[in-house]
């Protein structure tokens, strides 16, 4: 009887498989998954003992801001993604708005080229949507590598802003794939910002960008999508009326919900000032609750952590010059894995919010789940593991977290990125091996 034999194998780990959890062995060989089972008579070149831990699909966070180009004092493609294996994460999915912005095919190709022997990690790349580039969006959203179209419907800067219905339906008719949209009203927002001025409270952050703000966004968003026929996928919903509202759309909307609304309240406001300012904004527990009822009754796609790093100069500034942005892509699955300790979702559910969902949402192939024949990505993690979140751990050279001091019981332990053991208990391991991630109904690189 021949020995099978494989790559890489994770003995005797807790399998997450989206039916439930299973004492199981899990075997890769090239690259991709080739074995799920008792395979006690295997061999392989490197085998793992995963007794005691559990296996999960390769985690996903779809919606980063590694800001590259841009400022490597703040954050680059290299240390953003070596934050993701750390934080045991095997693919991101990179926003447009950087300096230049990805707006072209000229800066996207160049963008794809930077990543070879940059990235720890799979990367999925957003094209912007601007005013004058809606003749190209039916042509670039089908590049290699494209995970979507993004439209800020408010709150950017520069030209990567397409507020008014005209604008935002010429975008909608301008090809097929799902858009993912920042959603908040622009015109409440400038007419409100009077009532503001500088040096007052950081908790008026969100009594600015209030729920009407996001709410009348979302809904404008819906109607022209329901006109158009063109799917929508709402990023970082952060209301209770929102969450409500887009169940009547589940036919052409998805949705997202980022770590933070799922993990903090307005106190933080007061607690951290300017690193709780993030748009949307942060809002009070009633929206919490009901982010987590959107989890448990599957109104929500897909959860995120919106990892948009500044400088601590940028973050100190009075409000409300202070930038919008936080930190999060190393710390996302540990505070997922407290939620899942605490009881508020169980492993197989955060699988589907951070594998299968980012998968399906944006097309990604081979990737979100264990199966033959997918793609060897595989977060292991430790649910005894009890630790603290350390601003000294965090490797974005901006060098905070919202989350210092924050316990989490639930830690990842192992990134396994197409076969290769790239994070193994705090160490990261070899040279960078991301790739771009492939998608559904784009060109192949």
């Known amino acids: 009887m021949t020995t099978e034999r494989f790559d890489l194998l994770l003995r005797g780990g807790q399998v997450v498989m989206p039916w439930g959890v299973e004492q199981a062995d899990l075997a890769i060989r090239a690259g991709r998954i080739a074995a799920i089972g008792d395979l006690r008579t295997a061999e392989a070149s490197q085998v793992v003992d995963c007794k005691g831990l559990h296996v999960l699909p390769g985690l996903i966070d779809p919606h980063v801001h590694l800001r590259d180009p841009g400022d490597p004092k703040v ?32 800066r996207l190709d160049a963008k794809r080229d930077g990543l070879a022997g940059v990235a720890h990690c799979d990367v999925g790349l957003y094209v912007g949507a601007t005013k004058t580039n809606i003749a190209t969006l039916a042509e670039l959203e089908h590049q290699p590598n494209v995970c979507a179209i993004k439209v800020f419907a ?29 959603s908040e009203d622009e015109y409440r927002l400038q007419a ?13 952050h969100m009594v600015w960008r209030d729920v009407e703000c996001a709410l009348l966004g ?31 759309f589940r036919d052409i909307a998805t949705c997202e919900v980022l770590l933070n609304h799922l993990t903090q309240t307005d106190e933080a406001y007061d607690r951290l000032g300017g690193y709780a300012v993030m748009n949307p904004p942060i809002r009070d527990a009633r929206h919490l609750e009901a982010a987590w009822a959107a989890v448990r009754d599957g109104r929500v796609d897909c959860v995120g952590s919106d990892h948009a790093p500044h400088s601590r100069e940028a973050k100190e500034r009075p409000w409300p010059t202070t930038a919008a942005g936080l930190t999060g892509v190393q710390t996302i699955v540990p505070l997922m894995l407290d939620h899942v300790s605490a009881g508020r979702l169980t492993l197989p559910r955060l699988a589907d919010l ?66 290769n053991l790239v994070m193994r208990e705090d160490e990261v391991l070899g040279t960078p091996v991301g790739r771009p991630v492939a998608f559904s109904d784009t060109a192949r690189a």
Not at 95 to 100: A, D, I, L, Q, V
Not at 222 to 237: E, F, S
């Open 192 to 204: 409100r910002k009077p009532m503001f001025t500088p040096g007052m409270p950081h908790r008026n």
């Open 354 to 419: 951070m594998g299968t969902g980012p998968a399906r949402v944006y097309g990604a192939l081979n990737k979100g789940r264990l199966a033959v024949g997918y793609d060897g990505d595989v977060t292991v993690v430790d649910m005894k593991r009890q630790r603290t979140i350390e601003e000294s751990w965090i490797v974005s050279p901006c060098g905070w977290t919202p989350f210092a001091g924050h316990r989490c019981t639930g830690w990842p332990m192992m990134t396994i990125v197409r076969g």
């Open 75 to 106: 954050e680059t493609i290299g240390t953003g993604t070596k934050a993701a294996v750390l934080g045991g994460l095997t693919a991101v999915f990179d926003m447009p708005n950087t300096s230049p912005a990805i707006t072209d095919r000229a």
């Open 154 to 182: 408010g709150s950017s800067t520069g030209d990567m802003m397409v507020e008014d219905d005209e604008n935002l339906e010429r975008v909608m008719r301008a090809g097929r794939r799902r858009i993912a949209y920042h």
């Open 218 to 248: 979302t809904r404008r968003l819906m109607a022209l999508a329901r006109k158009t026929g063109r799917p929508a996928h709402i990023l970082h919903v952060s209301t209770a009326e929102e969450l409500d509202y887009l169940s009547g």
